[in-house]
């Protein structure tokens, strides 16, 4: 499995952007699908946005598609989130996690293995 460590939560208002990272540990991150989900406080886990091994595909939910922005490195061996025009309503925790396949439209958290820890994200209004 691959270790993962998300960075650039943070406190932001309406309106505003922000970056998210998630650096992976080992030689093999290119061979991982990598996707981003986050959780709001009393609700479940959902995913946000996912990118194959090569970046040449990437799937999105519909509540941040045209706003949100899955890229990676592999290189770097990370992988981003660019947010932006956030809103309230993407405050939660972001979790990046790693897979070995893709998954066409259907992305559940179970269909991944590996997972960081987690960065607040809060959007003020």
């Known amino acids: 499995q691959v270790q993962l460590v998300e960075s650039g939560g943070g406190l932001v208002q309406a309106g505003a952007s922000l970056r998210l990272s998630c650096a992976a540990s080992?030689?093999?991150?290119?061979?991982?699908?990598m996707g981003w989900f986050r959780q709001a406080p009393g609700k479940e886990r959902e995913f946000v946005a996912a990118?194959?091994?090569?970046?040449?595909?990437?799937y999105y939910a519909d509540s941040v598609k045209g706003r949100f922005t899955i890229s990676r490195d592999n290189a770097k061996n990370t992988v981003y989130l660019q947010m932006n025009s956030l809103k309230p309503e993407d405050t939660a925790v972001y979790y990046c996690?790693?897979?070995?396949?893709?998954?066409?439209?259907?992305?559940?958290?179970?269909?991944?293995?590996?997972w960081g820890q987690g960065t607040q994200v809060t959007v003020s209004s």
């Open positions: 080992g030689r093999t991150f290119s061979s991982y699908v």
């Open positions: 990118i194959s091994w090569s970046g040449g595909n990437t």
């Open positions: 996690a790693a897979t070995k396949n893709w998954y066409g439209s259907s992305w559940y958290a179970r269909s991944f293995a590996s």
